[in-house]
């Protein structure tokens, strides 16, 4: 991958794990962290690769006055999984090359594993959380109900998956204290031990 002084670090876990408290974490070390999802957003909007790729994909009002047509491209995307993998073969080539070029070692992904992002890091980071804790935190987050959250939850790969292939695991339940996690895990980084 990386020289061996600069290791690339993913970070990731499902929806209501809590990837953004570490990332946090990480920034008051003065560590920044590439964020997919905004960064994927940005891109959508000023790539010329990505307008001009989704614009071939969805038609004409895919962009409308150079503004992203938000409800022409979810429209797209809902009507088929082909449809999902279209679009994402046009943004994620795009994500990947922007964070090799933005210089950062760390980049958070939800989908790390799904989109293959995982094969551009030398070590994942997975946070993980108990089912009913991430429930909590996604119905507080966005206001919806639990059914919902838990649909949300069923989309993305299982969290013992995501664990099992992962180097190292946080655990973000609201009690274990995740900052002394994190730092042996930096230490452990720094070091090359394990």
């Given at each position: 991958?990386?020289?061996?002084?600069?290791?690339?670090?993913?970070?990731?876990?499902?929806?209501?794990?809590?990837?953004?408290?570490?990332?946090?974490?990480?920034?008051?070390?003065?560590?920044?962290?590439?964020?997919?999802?905004?960064?994927?957003?940005?891109?959508?909007?000023?790539s010329p690769d990505i307008i001009e790729g989704l614009t071939r994909l969805v038609g004409p009002d895919a962009y409308v006055?150079?503004?992203?047509?938000?409800?022409?491209?979810?429209r797209f995307l809902l009507k088929s999984k082909r449809n999902n993998r279209l679009i994402n073969s046009v943004v994620h080539?795009?994500?990947?090359?922007?964070?090799?070029?933005?210089?950062?070692?760390?980049?958070?992904?939800?989908?790390?594993?799904?989109?293959?992002?995982?094969?551009?890091?030398?070590?994942?980071?997975?946070?993980?959380?108990?089912?009913?804790?991430?429930?909590?935190?996604i119905m507080l987050r966005d206001g919806i109900t639990r059914a919902q959250a838990l649909e949300w939850i069923a989309k993305?790969?299982?969290?013992?998956?995501?664990?099992?292939?992962?180097?190292?695991?946080?655990?973000?339940?609201?009690?274990?204290?995740?900052?002394?996690?994190?730092?042996?895990?930096?230490?452990?980084?720094?070091?090359?031990?394990?």
């Amino acid at each position: 991958m990386d020289d061996t002084n600069h290791p690339r670090i993913g970070i990731t876990g499902g929806i209501g794990s809590g990837k953004s408290y570490v990332c946090h974490l990480l920034g008051e070390r003065g560590i920044a962290v590439y964020d997919c999802d905004s960064e994927a957003k940005r891109l959508m909007r000023t790539s010329p690769d990505i307008i001009e790729g989704l614009t071939r994909l969805v038609g004409p009002d895919a962009y409308v006055d150079g503004q992203l047509n938000k409800t022409a491209i979810t429209r797209f995307l809902l009507k088929s999984k082909r449809n999902n993998r279209l679009i994402n073969s046009v943004v994620h080539p795009a994500v990947f090359q922007d964070f090799l070029q933005s210089g950062k070692q760390w980049v958070e992904s939800a989908i790390l594993f799904d989109c293959g992002l995982y094969r551009l890091v030398d070590h994942v980071v997975c946070v993980s959380a108990p089912l009913d804790v991430r429930i909590r935190r996604i119905m507080l987050r966005d206001g919806i109900t639990r059914a919902q959250a838990l649909e949300w939850i069923a989309k993305q790969m299982p969290q013992e998956e995501v664990e099992a292939r992962s180097d190292f695991r946080i655990i973000n339940d609201g009690e274990t204290d995740v900052n002394s996690q994190l730092e042996n895990i930096l230490i452990l980084l720094d070091n090359h031990s394990f």
